[in-house]
T-cell receptor
Framework: DAGITQSPRHKVTETGTPVTLRCHQT?????MYWYRQDPGHGLRLIHY???????DKGEVSDGYSVSRSKTEDFLLTLESATSSQTSVYFC???????????FGPGTRLTVL | GQQVMQIPQYQHVQEGEDFTTYCNSS?????IQWYKQRPGGHPVFLIQ?????EVKKQKRLTFQFGEAKKNSSLHITATQTTDVGTYFC???????????FGDGTTLTVKP
C-alpha cells in the first residue's frame, strides 16, 4: 500500500531524548491520525488533524505533540521520551468512500 | 466519548471451527466498522455497517449490526489458518472525523 508511509519504521532511543515520527501520504486526504497500539489496549488515538495547521487531541495525548504544515505530512513528536511511550505507532488517513481509516505500516519505538 | 467493548479478548479454534467476536456499546452508534490486523501488520478495513439490523457477508465472514445499533458481531464460518489475526470493531464519530476502536479479539487457528 503505497498511499501512506511512516518513518522511521523502527527506532530505539533513550529516556529523555526527543523523538519525531513522520507520516507521509500521497492521496491528499484531509484527515490524518496518530494511534499507539499496546498489548491489551487496542488502538488508542493520540492526536488527529483535520487540515493544515488544524489539529486536536485524542484520548492519550499527554507527552505528545503534532504538527501539520503540509497536507501530505503529519509529524508526531515526543518532547522527552519515557519508557511508557514504548509502543507501536500507526498513522492513518481517512478515505472518504466509506469513511474508513487506512493505516500506514507502523513505527516500532523502544524507549530504554 | 464513545466506548466500545469487544469480547472475547482471545479465541483459539481448531481449523474448520466457527468463530465469533462481539462488539458492544452503551450508546447508540451511527455506524460501525470492522478491521483485521495480521500478526506484525497494520489494521486493514473490512467493512462498514450503517443500518439497524444490517447483515453483510464477505465469503465466509458475516457481519451484523444490532437492531438498536448498540452491538455488532463478526462471524467466521469454517476458519482457516489465513484467518489468524486480531479483529477490531470501531465506532465512527462522523462529525468529529474520529474513530474509537475496541481492544480487539485475537484469533489463533490450529491446523
Amino acid at each position: 500500500d503505497a498511499g501512506i508511509t511512516q518513518s522511521p519504521r523502527h527506532k530505539v532511543t533513550e529516556t529523555g531524548t526527543p523523538v519525531t515520527l513522520r507520516c507521509h501520504q500521497t492521496e491528499n486526504h484531509r484527515y490524518m491520525y496518530w494511534y499507539r497500539q499496546d498489548p491489551g489496549h487496542g488502538l488508542r488515538l493520540i492526536h488527529y488533524s483535520y487540515g493544515v495547521k488544524d489539529t486536536d487531541k485524542g484520548e492519550v495525548s499527554d507527552g505528545y505533540s503534532v504538527s501539520r504544515s503540509k497536507t501530505e505530512d503529519f509529524l508526531l513528536t515526543l518532547e522527552s521520551a519515557t519508557s511508557s511511550q514504548t509502543s507501536v505507532y500507526f498513522c492513518a488517513i481517512n478515505r472518504v468512500l466509506y469513511n474508513e481509516q487506512f493505516f500506514g505500516p507502523g513505527t516500532r519505538l523502544t524507549v530504554l | 466519548g464513545q466506548q466500545v467493548m469487544q469480547i472475547p479478548q482471545y479465541q483459539h479454534v481448531q481449523e474448520g471451527e466457527d468463530f465469533t467476536t462481539y462488539c458492544n456499546s452503551s450508546t447508540t452508534l451511527s455506524n460501525i466498522q470492522w478491521y483485521k490486523q495480521r500478526p506484525g501488520g497494520h489494521p486493514v478495513f473490512l467493512i462498514q455497517l450503517v443500518k439497524s439490523g444490517e447483515v453483510k457477508k464477505q465469503k465466509r465472514l458475516t457481519f451484523q449490526f444490532g437492531e438498536a445499533k448498540k452491538n455488532s458481531s463478526l462471524h467466521i464460518t469454517a476458519t482457516q489458518t489465513t484467518d489468524v489475526g486480531t479483529y477490531f470493531c470501531a465506532a465512527i464519530n462522523t462529525n468529529a472525523g474520529k474513530s474509537t476502536f475496541g481492544d480487539g479479539t485475537t484469533l489463533t487457528v490450529k491446523p
